[in-house]
C-alpha cells in the first residue's frame, strides 16, 4: 500500500510542479488547428470516396457515399 501511496504522491507532485500547463489562449488556438485539420482530413476522405466509387467498377456493391446518395433518388 506505501508504494501505491508513494506513486500518487509523486504524481501529483509531477502534475502541479514540474508540468508547464498551456494558457487559455494557446489551447484555444491549438484546439482551432486540431478542427481545421480535421475537417480537411474528412473532406478529402470523402473526396476520395466519391471519386473511387463512382470511377469503380459498376459489378462492385460499393458505389462511394454519392453512389449511395444518388441510389435514393
Known sequence: MSKFRNYFSETIT???????????KELQSNSLIVVIASVIFALLVFAMDTVFGITGTTTSAWKGAIGFIYSFF
Open 14 to 24: 509531477e502534475m502541479t510542479q514540474n508540468v508547464t500547463w498551456p494558457t487559455w
